[in-house]
């Protein structure tokens, strides 16, 4: 990828992780395990814990949407991402999988 510098970054912008990215990390944390990760203990916990995590997070962008600043509501947005993610490793599903739809 490049970033809006022009300056060729890989998977990352400049100091910003991107999808393809996150998603790589998530789908190592995992497989790896790691003792104490919130990542692992919701992938444990399944579905439907992630999927109310993830209508949470849409609740909290809609909200940040209409009353709060637009740094508030990118971080809202990465939340809502983050957790989107996590349902698409319990699912074994890929970003492929959700770009064809796109």
């Known amino acids: 990828m490049v970033c809006r510098s022009g300056k060729a970054t890989g998977l990352r912008f400049e100091g ?3 999808f393809d990215a ?3 990390e998530l789908t190592q944390k995992s497989a790896d395990r790691p003792a104490g990760s919130g990542t692992v203990e919701a992938l444990d916990k399944g579905e439907h814990f ?3 995590k993830i209508i949470e997070e849409a609740g909290e962008v809609w909200i940040a949407s209409e009353y709060q600043s637009d740094a508030e509501l990118a971080e809202e947005m990465s939340q809502l991402i983050y957790w989107t993610q996590v349902m698409m490793i319990k699912r074994g599903l890929t ?3 959700i770009y064809k739809y796109l």
């Open 16 to 18: 910003v992780k991107t």
């Open 22 to 24: 996150l998603f790589a």
């Open 95 to 97: 970003p492929e999988d």
């Open 50 to 52: 992630i999927g109310k």
